[in-house]
DNA sequence: AGCGGACATCCACAGCTGTCAATATCGACA
DNA sequence: TGTCGATATTGACAGCTGTGGATGTCCGCT
């Protein structure tokens, strides 16, 4: 474990959602930095578990884009606390978003965080006529 | 929809890259099976790594879009038993190719791959005209 | 054939992660 | 104010995962 990035808290990843896909640079342009590919294995991370990727799924295809937490803990098959804490992680990740009114809480989706992410891992599968610099 | 979440072994995954993104509904489309959210999140555990994100953008940006794993290990500053297993892991997910040659392995990107993962993750952010359904 | 180098595999270990029971917290309501 | 219900947090535990040292395997060279 030889990373020698700054030791940013967890929850700093939640305040800058808009850090999951940094700037444009596809995966495959440049050899990613150490920080970078920590910053993006951390949202990959989030993503890599089937329990979370059956919520944002559940979550996307709730009408009105967004969903109980309650409905989700009877869709999932998982018990309440364990779907809270996988809710949460896909918060801090910037997937999610969390609103509670009242006593009920509700998740949507965040596209763009979802978008920039597929736009790092897209491979440009034509080679640029102009060659590459 | 009806994954039959077949126990296959992990070398098959290799044999059949394309089935990473299964066919095309992006993840926000219709709630994920319980097995299609497994096969989803084996590929992004493959991609959920900060050595194995640093390996593919090493070998996607080397020239020739192919890279000798003398070349990864110095590059990435792991043991050689460790990039190895990374190397393996990505392999094992169609996400890279290996090519022997004599001593040496080379290592090549699948594009189709990573482009089938980013895909799924893609959401949809304006409406489709007409398609209110 | 013998040797050296490149890569894969085996083994062990520390740290992380998903899971649930128990409990705490907070809002709605009588 | 007291109770009920929905959600979050805590604590514990099993299983997985990344890592490196030691070793095996295979190829090229002398």
């Not at 309650?70 to 896909?90: E, I, N, R, Y």
Request: include cysteine; glycine fraction near 6%; proline fraction near 10%.
């Amino acid at each position: 474990m030889a990373i020698p990035t700054a030791p940013a808290p967890p929850a700093a990843a939640a305040a800058r959602p808009e850090a999951v896909a940094a700037c444009c640079a596809p995966l495959t342009r440049e050899p990613l930095s150490a920080g970078a590919a920590s910053d993006l294995a951390r949202t990959l991370k989030a993503l890599a578990d089937p329990a979370r990727l059956r919520l944002l799924s559940l979550v996307a295809a709730h009408e009105g884009g967004e969903a109980c937490a309650c409905d989700l803990v009877a869709s999932l098959g998982l018990s309440q606390p364990t779907v809270s804490h996988h809710l949460k992680v896909l918060v801090e990740a910037g997937l999610l978003t969390r609103d509670k009114r009242g006593v009920w809480a509700y998740f949507a989706l965040v596209p763009q965080a979802l978008n920039a992410l597929a736009a790092v891992l897209t491979v440009p599968t034509a080679a640029p006529p102009g060659g590459a610099g």
